[in-house]
């Protein structure tokens, strides 16, 4: 059973993402991106970082990288380990995130947002929004992902 | 070669072939009338895509285009046709960007149905001042979207064929407007409400965007100013949804916008690097436009009556919390500004911001203070 974060649970995510061919309709589809995940760990221990790879139909899974790696991405999307937790528990209640657990909504609820760019390029940050419902599809799909607690 | 046709209609039929009954050669010398020949496109990982049939003569559009008979780009070209477009737009910097045929096949493969992808099951009934409020919005936006959808179709009939990409991401364009226009009116009349008074959200800076003389003028009211206003409305619309149905709309739109923002930046950055002699013109719209945003008279979340009321109304949770909803609505415009600013610096304009030229940055700090 992956644990969260992991290169192992972004490939089984991934897995179920790419196989499931509903997630390329209902506004989903082709997607070219690169967004990172920033997991901040509790007790100030260094946040654990993932590089999550969009092309076309497909995801190619989340690398795990260094802070260095957050420069090149188009975006990435960082909580403390309890809120990804929280919103990941969501998902596996309901199949899907729901109320305010969505991404676009925990993003909106943040004073800093969720989803923000080392660059400051709109142009690249605006992505998060214009894949928001196949970046949706993607943590839906961990709700078929059984996920050990990290 | 020579064939007989002998063709035995009834006297009524409106087919051509119908006159070809006399004894002639065929004429074949359409065979060798043809552009760049031999070509053979390859699919990518994605299909066949635009992207995959810029090869030779194909995939070189002109700097500027003699364009006015509608000839396909790349086609050869015939002998004494006459002009069938009054194509104002023939000069590459005026519409183009270096992303348009990735643009149209994401338009293409992202798009969405209102009838099916929403979950109008979802929607219950709603205390009566939020459902007002709700459909407020749904008025003000399809009245907006009206304007989106309309706009840019003048401006594709305008366009010369040869910068068909460009073209195609606007026609759908038209398509994703066609859609919010739809979408904002089925939710206004699906749970017991109806449409409200018409905005007059259409008049004013909205409404002057279709008198821009210029596609560069129009891109920058419409994609930048405009749409990405709305863009941020539409993101923060799941602030202000009360049930899934509401989340989803606002989501897909938000997503189909984004895409038209994208348009805009990236025909201003390449209007930045290859027009230079224009970037005083261009500073002049974002002037014009600023102004509008600076009023804020016709921005929703602005100081527009209507709808920043029925906004604070639906981000409060009624018109008991109406002064907490407002709070929310001033972090809204907080951040229409600053991503706006950020698009603007984006786009190759972002000197107006550091010269004193633009009033947005001191605009932001107000509202921050």
């Known amino acids: ?150 | 070669m020579g064939v007989s046709q002998e063709v035995h209609l009834g006297e009524k039929s409106m087919s051509e072939a119908a006159q070809l009954d006399v004894e002639r050669d065929l004429d074949l010398g359409w065979m060798d009338r043809r552009g760049e020949w031999e070509i053979q496109a390859r699919p990518s990982k994605n299909g066949l895509t635009l992207a995959d049939i810029q090869i030779g003569d194909y995939g070189d559009p002109p700097v500027v285009s003699e364009n006015q008979t509608g000839v396909p780009r790349g086609a050869a070209k015939r002998d004494g046709s006459y002009r069938i477009g009054a194509y104002g737009v023939r000069t590459k910097s005026e519409i183009w960007l270096d992303n348009a045929s990735f643009l149209y096949e994401e338009a293409l493969q992202r798009q969405w149905s209102s009838a099916t992808d929403i979950p109008w099951h979802t929607i219950e009934p709603l205390p009566d001042d939020i459902e007002q409020a709700q459909c407020a919005m749904d008025t003000f936006l399809t009245e907006v979207e009206f304007v989106a959808g309309d706009v840019p179709a003048r401006w594709v009939a305008r366009t010369t064929p040869d910068f068909f990409e460009a073209r195609n991401v606007l026609l759908c364009q038209v398509m994703d407007e066609s859609r919010h226009m739809d979408v904002f009116r089925k939710r206004a009349l699906a749970n017991g409400g109806g449409l409200m008074c018409a905005t007059g959200g259409t008049a004013g800076v909205v409404g002057s965007i279709d008198h821009s003389r210029d596609f560069t003028e129009m891109s920058s009211r419409l994609h930048i100013s405009g749409e990405g206003a709305v863009l941020t409305i539409f993101r923060l619309g799941e602030l202000m949804a009360y049930n899934d149905a509401e989340k989803a709309i606002y989501r897909l739109c938000a997503q189909d916008e984004a895409r038209h923002v994208a348009f805009g930046v990236m025909h201003m950055r390449y209007m930045a690097e290859t027009a230079p002699e224009r970037h005083e013109e261009i500073h002049c719209y974002l002037d014009e436009a600023e102004r509008g945003i600076l009023s804020g008279s016709q921005n929703p979340a602005g100081q527009f009556t209507q709808t920043s009321e029925s906004m604070a109304i639906l981000l409060g949770g009624g018109k008991a919390n109406f002064d907490e909803g407002r709070n929310r609505l001033i972090a809204i415009r907080k951040r229409q500004l600053q991503e706006y600013i950020k698009r603007v610096k984006s786009a190759g304009f972002g000197d107006r911001f550091e010269n004193g030229r633009s009033q947005v940055p001191e605009l932001l700090a107000e509202i921050a203070a």
């Open chain 1, 1 to 150: 059973m992956p644990r969260f974060p992991s290169e192992q649970w972004f490939g089984a995510v991934a897995a179920v993402f790419n196989g499931d061919e509903s997630y390329q309709g209902a506004g989903g589809g082709q997607c070219n991106c690169r967004a990172g995940v920033v997991v901040e760990a509790p007790n100030d221990a260094p946040a654990d970082v993932f590089v999550l790879t969009f092309e076309g139909a497909e995801c190619l899974g989340g690398q795990p990288a260094d802070a260095a790696a957050l420069a090149d991405v188009d975006f990435y999307m960082q909580m403390p380990l309890a809120d990804w937790q929280e919103m990941l528990g969501d998902i596996q209640a309901h199949g899907h995130a729901t109320a305010d657990h969505t991404l676009n909504s925990l993003d909106l609820n943040r004073e800093e947002g969720l989803a923000t760019s080392v660059h400051g390029d709109q142009y690249r940050e605006d992505l998060f929004f214009r894949y928001n419902q196949t970046l949706q599809f993607f943590f839906d799909a961990s709700a078929r992902v059984k996920t050990a607690r990290a």
